[in-house]
């Protein structure tokens, strides 16, 4: 008969890194966010954020939009970029703009280049 104490170091072991190898092998991709802008009207918050999808690359990127007070956890993925580097900033910085343009008071946060003037934005 096999002696549970003599396995539950290994059981401990195991239990312990098994995470990580199923984080790496789990096929997710890593998510380096970009940058972040929060508007405000009343008590009512909205956030929008740049997702990139490999590291130090401007694309694959996606844009993200969090209505935190109706739908707090949920978001919309409002563009995204597969190909066109500041496809993504430039359409977070025209939404931005937009809210603003409503009433919408606005701080933004990270790396958020003013829009980009790009031919053919048609990601």
Not at 10 to 26: M, Y
Not at 87 to 108: I, P, Q, R
Request: net charge negative; glycine share 8%; aromatic share 12%.
């Amino acid at each position: 008969m096999i002696s549970i104490r003599k396995f539950f170091p290994v059981l401990i072991f195991v239990a312990l890194i098994f995470p990580v190898f199923l984080s790496d092998a789990s096929g997710q991709e890593s998510i380096r966010q970009g940058g972040k802008s929060l508007c405000k009207v009343g008590d009512v918050l909205r956030r929008v954020e740049i997702h990139y999808y490999e590291q130090d690359k401007a694309v694959p990127c996606e844009v993200h939009y969090y209505k935190d007070t109706e739908e707090p956890g949920a978001d919309q993925i409002l563009w995204r970029a597969e190909n066109e580097t500041g496809f993504c900033e430039n359409k977070m910085t025209a939404f931005v703009d937009e809210l603003a343009g409503f009433g919408w008071y606005c701080e933004s946060e990270g790396d958020i280049p003013p829009a980009l003037q790009l031919e053919g934005n048609s990601e």
